[in-house]
């Protein structure tokens, strides 16, 4: 834009050494007449700035007037139309009168810093200013006249910009004819015109790439197919056919399975708790140290934790008769014990419910008893006084305090989905009694109390001047419509139905026709509570952990993945550190959909699309791109077409090359050619 | 059970020590004569880069995956990356003064990886999977790592004003410019497969951009009449910058939240 008569360059060698000589530039080592001609231009970095800048400055304004120009006052006089084509035509005059400095300019090393240095500030530019954000966000952060500043100059949305996309189009434009200039078909320019071309190459590529392009998504549940996607890019028509069928006939989610952790929580700076260390629950039970000098091994893990019962052979013969049978698919014996007043029986497939007594005698008092009315909730105190307890009552305890009866549940179980307790049937398996004891001036102390561990507030970390507390249950044993009772001293099982025997028969035939298996009866057996896993799947894991510090003593504890249970966090003897059981976070091991490409109504391909695995079909690539985990057989798509990507990757490979040659192969050929 | 992270950690302190031990031994290896200290500092490098590979090589087995995953682990790699050049240049070309700066960097970098270190090893997330992910990490970093001792020789050559310094720099930052491009290539066709788009404007991309533009501005702009030398090794210093900030300033970003390629 500005011509200045400043004196061609004189050449100079940048650097004493050969192999920095090499790496200069064709513009100075190339026999250019732009160095020699003085009736050619010569630009500067300024004058290039300049013209880049007033580039910007048309390219800015543009949208503005073009709105201007569209408004009703204006339009259809065809006065916006005439301004434009007078400005355009100012703008070929313009370019027509100083084509050859315009030329010189624009395949100047001085241009090329300009375009350079103004593509790296708007770029950066790019980063500093909120891109596509919402309206408020641009308020809150800039203000009313910051937020227009922005707008203004298309900073929101500043990659697609009209003054971007101009910028970039000058770039290649400029590129384009420093090529032509340049007579890159001369082995020493090779790298120069694979370079600069490779860059012009890629543009051309994207351009395609928007012109030609679609970007849509198809959402699809396994079994469904589509044969269209819903465009996201804006076009105009929404649904874009594909031309063939996709059908989703599979979709998997893997997940890492070693996901379970022992964490180590300590406080950190700011007194917040914060994950200091990891322990992954290997094969190995070595003794690991977990700071703080203490040492920690896991003695048994189960994955999805129960407390199982289990008869036992009573070894000096003092048990009570005791009946074992497996159930259904159940892979454990269920157990009954004779005269246990806690136990209601089994509930049999065929919605008869058994039981075990010791003598006839036994069952005939059963028959004739009156119908009761439930459990019988009893409290036993540390000095063995019992206290007759309801769900919802306070009763007074020793030293002024009060225990009031929040709920009982025969069957304890807790949910880790909804951190709740409740119960899993009616059954009496593990009745727990949730009390909290009120003391004046004080928080209440909830605590369960289970009547199958009576000992569960001792282990598991309740101070030592708490209030021992025992739960007792007793069930009332009374009859219902369909019984089997199994009488210990004959071995025989009677049918029962409304309180009348109508069949009798011996063990091993009492359940013929019923999913009933092994059944046996154990003279004198006793009882026990063990721990164990339902299922190899890591539901509810709880793991049993020694720990001691240095040569102490061996403490054992257990830990849940509960965190709200006491055992759900393990206390160090540091008093600084807590051992707590979780699974891992982000623990998506793959996507996996199976894409079925159907053409006419027959299947043509099959493949299976993952995240890094598209699937490439008529023009089509298809991305494994969402989910949702609470619809497990949905998978989403996104579809992309983009009849540009072969020439960009040409272009991501021509111009590595081109720069590798300028770099390393081009100081060789001049190196001989000089020598 | 045993240590899902830690058990690392002590070789890591290790490997910063012997940087550390580096760095300090060249202190009074400053003076001309004392080329003993400098050969010390040297041999405590090259044991530092020794352990290095080492630890590379047993968390690639322990996490069963390429360990550039985390900020913590890139940490490491970056280390070893900047020792690998900086050995190749002390045997090409006896450059021993690369080694205060290449120990630094490394302690620099040790100390903070192990100030904010990984509890555990992270799992690859689905779109980390991919054949791309080592020769665009490994580029990228041996680019940063050569940048880098171009940057060290910038100062050296701004310092001593010797042409020779401002040759080894320009051939570290041409070296480091055509990995940065392949990097930035190779991740452009790892993102089409991994995301549908070559380019996607996301922040950190648009900063990789920043600093390509900076070096291929400082390739240009050292060809001008009058900045072939200091000037253009003030430009090396300032470009490297924008690879600091690639590196470690995402957060800082009002964008970065849109990112999804910044480090957690």
């Known amino acids: 834009m ?129 891109q596509n954000a919402e309206p408020a966000q641009y308020l809150a952060r800039y203000g009313e006249s910051g937020t227009r500043v922005v707008r203004g100059l298309q900073l929101d949305d500043l990659f697609h910009s009209t003054w971007f996309r101009g910028l970039v189009a000058l770039m290649a434009l400029s590129l384009s004819l420093l090529c032509v200039r340049n007579k890159v078909w001369r082995t020493a320019m090779w790298g120069h015109g694979l370079a600069h071309g490779g860059v012009v190459v890629i543009l051309i590529g994207g351009l395609i790439g928007g012109i030609g392009g679609a970007k849509g998504f198809i959402d699809l549940h396994e079994g469904q197919t589509a044969s269209s996607m819903v465009r996201t890019d804006g076009a105009a028509e929404r649904v ?34 914060q994950v200091k260390r990891a322990f992954q629950l290997g094969e190995t039970d070595d003794w690991t140290a ?37 159930l259904g698919a159940d892979s454990r014996p269920s157990v009954l014990l004779a005269g246990a007043s806690g136990d209601a029986g089994l509930s049999l497939p065929d919605g008869s419910r058994l039981r075990l007594v010791d003598t006839s005698d036994e069952l005939q008092r059963l028959i004739a008893a009156p119908a009761g009315d ?99 249950r007793e069930n009332a044993l009374t009859l219902g419509a369909h019984e089997r009772v199994a009488v210990a001293a004959d071995g025989l099982v009677r ?58 003593p061996v403490q054992r504890v257990s830990i849940s993945a509960d965190h709200t ?111 | 059970m045993f240590d899902a992270g830690l058990a690392i950690h002590p070789w890591v302190g290790a490997m910063g020590a012997l940087n550390g031990g580096a760095l300090l031994a060249w202190l009074p290896g400053a003076r001309k004569d004392a080329v003993g200290w400098r050969r010390a500092a040297l041999v405590l490098l090259v044991l530092a880069f020794a352990l290095n590979t080492t630890l590379l090589v047993a968390r690639w087995v322990d996490a069963g995956r390429p360990p550039f995953k985390t900020l913590f682990e890139t940490m490491i790699f970056y280390p070893w990356c900047v020792g690998l050049v900086t050995l190749v240049l002390v045997a090409m070309h006896r450059l021993l003064v690369l080694v205060p700066f290449a120990a630094g960097i490394s302690a620099f970098g040790i100390g903070y990886a192990l100030y904010r270190p990984d509890v555990d090893t992270v799992l690859l997330p689905p779109a980390l999977q991919s054949g791309w992910f080592v020769p665009h990490v490994v580029t990228y970093f041996m680019s940063y790592a050569a940048l880098f001792v171009s940057f060290a020789l910038a100062i050296l050559a701004l310092a001593k004003r010797s042409r020779s310094f401002e040759t080894y720099a320009h051939g570290a930052a041409i070296f480091g410019l055509c990995a940065l491009s392949a990097g930035l290539v190779m991740g452009g066709v790892w993102g089409k497969f991994a995301w549908g788009d070559w380019w996607g404007w996301d922040p950190k991309e648009n900063w990789a951009l920043v600093t390509w533009l900076a070096y291929m501005l400082y390739a240009h702009l050292r060809l001008m009449e009058g900045w072939a030398g200091r000037r253009s090794m003030v430009v090396l210093v300032g470009a490297f910058c924008a690879v600091v900030f690639t590196y470690l300033g995402m957060n800082m970003l009002p964008t970065a939240e849109q990112s999804m390629h910044v480090y957690q």
Do not use: C
């Open chain 1, 495 to 552: 049918e029962l139905r409304d309180g009348r025997v109508v069949d009798t028969r011996p063990l091993a035939e009492a359940f013929d026709g019923l999913p009933v298996r092994d059944a046996r009866l154990l003279p004198s057996a006793v009882e026990v509570t063990v721990p164990g896993t339902r299922s190899e799947r890591w539901d509810r894991p709880v793991v049993e952990l020694e720990h001691r510090v240095g040569g102490g």
């Open chain 1, 2 to 130: 500005t011509p200045t008569t400043a004196p061609a360059p004189v050449r100079r060698m940048g650097s004493a050494s050969p192999a920095a000589a090499a790496h200069d530039d064709a513009h100075r080592d190339s026999p250019n007449p732009h160095f020699s001609d003085p009736r050619v231009h010569h630009p500067t970095i300024a004058s290039s700035t300049l013209l880049v800048g007033a580039v910007w400055g048309l390219l800015v304004v543009a949208p503005h007037l073009q709105r201007a120009m569209s408004t009703p006052a204006l339009d259809g006089t065809g006065l916006g139309w005439t301004v434009i084509a007078v400005a355009a035509a100012l703008l070929a005059l313009v370019v027509f009168v100083a084509r050859r400095v315009l030329f010189a300019t624009i395949t100047s090393l001085p241009f090329s810093i300009a375009m350079l240095g103004s593509l790296l500030v708007a770029t950066m530019v790019g980063t500093l200013v909120l």
């Open chain 1, 565 to 675: 249970r006491p055992e759900g966090v393990v206390e160090l003897a540091d008093g600084n550190s807590v051992l707590v059981l979780d699974k891992r976070g982000d623990d998506v091991k793959s996507f996996t959909s199976r894409l079925a490409v159907t053409v006419d109504g027959e299947k043509v391909h099959e493949a299976l699309v993952r995240v890094n695995e598209p699937l490439t079909w008529g023009g089509f690539m298809f991305y494994q791109s969402n989910y949702r985990p609470e619809d497990p057989t949905y998978s989403g798509f996104l579809v992309m077409r983009d009849p540009g990507l072969p020439v960009v990757f040409t272009g991501f490979a021509l111009m590595v090359a081109g720069m590798l040659f300028i770099a390393y192969v081009r100081p060789r050929i001049l190196a001989r050619r000089y020598s």
């Open chain 1, 290 to 326: 977990v700071g703080g000098g203490e040492l920690v091994r896991v003695v048994a893990a189960w994955p999805d934790y129960e407390l199982r019962r289990e008869l036992r052979v009573s070894a000096d013969g003092t048990g009570r008769p005791g009946l074992e049978l497996t």
């Open chain 1, 374 to 472: 439930g459990a019988r909730h009893v409290v036993r105190l540390a000095d063995g006084s019992e206290l007759d307890v309801e769900p919802g009552g306070t009763y007074p305890l020793p030293q002024g305090a009060r225990l009031h009866v929040m709920d009982a549940l025969p069957d304890f179980t807790y949910d880790i989905a909804s951190k709740s307790a409740r119960s899993a049937s009616d059954e009496p398996r593990n009745p727990a009694l949730e009390v909290a004891i009120l003391r004046d001036g004080q928080d209440p102390e909830t605590r369960w109390l289970f009547a199958k561990m009576p000992d569960y507030g001792s282990q598991h970390g309740q101070a030592a001047d708490a209030l021992p507390l025992v739960y007792v």
């Open chain 1, 240 to 273: 874009l056919p594909l031309g063939f069928s996709v059908t989703l006939e599979e979709f998997d989610v893997d997940h890492y399975d070693d996901a379970w952790r022992l964490f180590l929580y300590q406080p950190g700076d700011s007194g917040e708790w």
